[in-house]
């Protein structure tokens, strides 16, 4: 199993925020492709301190998000000019009740299965900064 820490940042509490990254395979330098997932894409979202699991989903990857065959270069993407090919939005409504909590550090944390490179672990990790309006 891979494990990739895409991103690290924080988050007013209260507002949804998207995961963006880019996904690559075991060389490091190939982005991961549609054709290369063999199942469902695994979230879960923990919270970091006390290790407790407060969301889970499954859903497909798709050639056209989450995980995208071309790389994007949108205001979503500000790293390079290669471009991310991964993007998700969990959202409080989503969440309901288990939604972030400000002071608090959220792991979400993506299983992808892939045929040929194991299961990769796509982390992105959430300081929710607390008194947003």
Avoid at 3 to 23: F, H, L, Y
Avoid at 41 to 63: C, H, K, M, N, W
């Amino acid at each position: 199993m891979t494990d990739i820490v895409v991103a690290e940042d924080e988050v007013q509490e209260g507002s949804d925020c998207s995961d963006v990254g880019a996904i690559v395979v075991g060389d490091g330098r190939t982005l991961l492709v549609s054709t290369d997932v063999s199942g469902q894409v695994t979230l879960d979202i923990i919270e970091r301190r006390s290790q407790t699991p407060i969301y889970s989903t499954t859903f497909a990857a798709g050639s056209s998000g989450p995980l995208y065959d071309t790389p994007f270069t949108d205001n979503y993407w500000g790293l390079d000019t290669v471009g991310g090919n991964w993007r998700y939005k969990p959202t409080h409504a989503q969440l309901g009740a288990a939604a972030w909590k400000g002071g608090r550090t959220y792991d979400h944390v993506y299983s992808i299965p892939t045929t040929n490179h194991g299961t990769i672990r796509a982390i992105f990790r959430r300081k929710i900064i607390a008194g947003a309006v």
